[in-house]
């Protein structure tokens, strides 16, 4: 059974950094491709990150710079540190494997930015 998880979602002031986790199992981890999306109210769910099989990023402009995805297959997760966040950051946060026709989500994690 797979099963993708997430954690570290909270509530940080504007300008400061959080750590979110990703762990997926019931998978090959090492051929996924790993994203983090999210989602605000009233928005469609956007792309933040995402790191290949091979450990290529990629991030929209949005984030770049401020934003940092990193993988380790050894524990079959995935990190998203987010530094010098706004109040624009705030969304649900969801973790995505991918690979070929299989796609994967978790339930996401609630990241607040607010003073």
């Known amino acids: 059974q797979v099963q993708v998880v997430e954690s570290g979602g909270g509530l940080v002031q504007p300008g400061g950094s959080l750590r979110l986790s990703c762990v997926a199992s019931?998978?090959?981890?090492?051929?996924?491709?790993m994203g983090w999306y999210r989602q605000a109210p009233g928005k469609q769910r956007e792309l933040v990150a995402v790191?290949?099989?091979?450990?290529?990023?990629n991030y929209p402009g949005s984030v770049k710079g401020r934003f940092t995805i990193s993988r380790d297959n050894t524990k079959n997760t995935v990190h998203l540190e987010m530094n010098s966040l706004k109040p624009e950051d705030t969304a649900d946060y969801y973790c995505?494997?991918?690979?070929?026709?299989?796609?994967?989500w978790g339930k996401g994690t609630l990241v607040t930015v607010s003073s």
């Open positions: 995505n494997a991918h690979s070929g026709a299989l796609d994967y």
């Open positions: 019931g998978i090959i981890f090492s051929i996924y491709r």
């Open positions: 790191i290949s099989s091979g450990g290529i990023t």
